[in-house]
């Protein structure tokens, strides 16, 4: 049988690897901290015992956010509130640029990266996202306009995400200048930068194409509710 590669399941991967001191693991299923994103992670074929302790760690009646092969389905007594069928590329010809005017973000910045994703909804990001890697952003009369940073780190690779740009200055080639910006820092550590997007995200994209970034593969997001109620 081939070897996985560590881009066929980022979460578990990540966990196991650079950001082990993030994972709460339950027998072979595991999650970042509640506070820091919505993923979890299972094995590639999941078997009974797995999704039970998937529910062990999450909770009763928790939504939780898992990045799946489509063909896995869940037990009869899950709900599945929502899927959404999305794209991961990756950048391995991505060289990355710096950006004079992108400026490092960190804990003290979080009130207003949560206000700014609030406005623009990149995905995912909570009040400690900030601390699962490098997070530029691009500030105008000192408001933070725009930003991008480091989500997953499945060894020899880092998720770049929350790229988002605030409504009012849209079209400015913020993205374009703070994606390639992220993706200088990751190649610095020798590492291959890749994303996910919604499948019908044509714009991001299109934007992440002409940068250099190349389809890999679907990816299926899926959201699932674990049975019982909500404490």
């Known amino acids: 049988m081939a070897e996985s590669h560590p881009l066929d399941n980022p979460v578990v991967a990540s ?6 001191r993030f994972a709460e693991w339950r027998g072979r299923s595991v999650r970042y901290p509640a506070d820091m994103t919505p ?3 299972l094995p590639d074929r999941p ?4 999704w039970a302790e998937l529910a062990e760690l999450a ?3 928790a939504v939780v956010l898992l990045a799946i092969d489509a063909a896995v389905v869940p037990p009869a007594d899950w709900e599945v509130p929502f899927r959404i069928d999305g794209v991961q590329l990756v950048g391995e010809q991505v060289l990355g640029k710096a950006d004079p005017e992108a400026v490092r973000l960190g804990p003290a910045d979080v009130p207003e990266m949560l206000a700014l ?3 623009t909804r990149p995905g995912p990001f909570l009040s400690r ?3 699962m890697g490098g997070y530029l952003g691009i500030r105008r009369d000192g408001a933070l306009i725009a930003m991008a940073g480091e989500r997953m780190h499945p060894p020899g690779h880092t998720e770049i995400s929350a790229v988002c740009t605030d409504p009012a200055h849209r079209g400015e080639g913020l993205a374009s200048r703070l994606l390639p910006a992220v993706a200088a820092g990751v190649r610095e550590r020798g590492e291959i930068p890749f ?3 919604a499948g019908d995200n044509t714009n991001a994209i299109r934007l992440y194409e002409a940068l250099g970034f190349r389809l890999r593969r679907p990816i299926t997001f899926t959201g699932v509710r674990t049975p019982g109620r909500a404490g």
């Open 15 to 20: 966990l196991a690897g650079p950001h082990a």
């Open 39 to 41: 993923f979890h992670g």
């Open 47 to 50: 078997e009974a015992a797995d």
């Open 59 to 61: 909770g009763p009646g």
């Open 117 to 119: 994703v609030e406005r």
């Open 129 to 131: 996202t900030v601390e």
């Open 195 to 197: 994303l996910h997007a």
